[in-house]
């Protein structure tokens, strides 16, 4: 969450809508213009997303 409400900015709305792979390209793109686009620290930051995004359980459609 930090990385797209805090770094990127996006609103609520937006962030809770992406997919892991949008996240990751706006991040990159983040990274890239901020002078951050280290190859190592993003498929390291990469890896950590994707271990999270399997751990947790998709519950869309399954609110409301």
């Known amino acids: 969450m930090e990385l797209g409400l805090g770094w990127l900015r996006f609103s609520p709305d937006?962030?809770?809508s992406m997919t892991?792979?949008?996240l990751m390209t706006a991040v990159?793109?983040?990274m890239e213009?901020?002078?951050?686009?280290?190859?190592?620290?993003?498929?390291?930051?990469y890896d950590e997303l994707m271990d999270l995004a399997e751990s947790v359980?998709?519950?869309?459609?399954?609110?409301g």
């Not at 359980?57 to 609110?63: A, C, E, K, M, N």
């Open 57 to 63: 359980p998709d519950v869309r459609g399954s609110i």
């Open 20 to 22: 892991l792979r949008e």
């Open 33 to 45: 213009s901020h002078g951050m686009g280290h190859p190592g620290r993003k498929a390291q930051m």
């Open 14 to 16: 937006v962030f809770w």
């Open 28 to 30: 990159d793109g983040y």
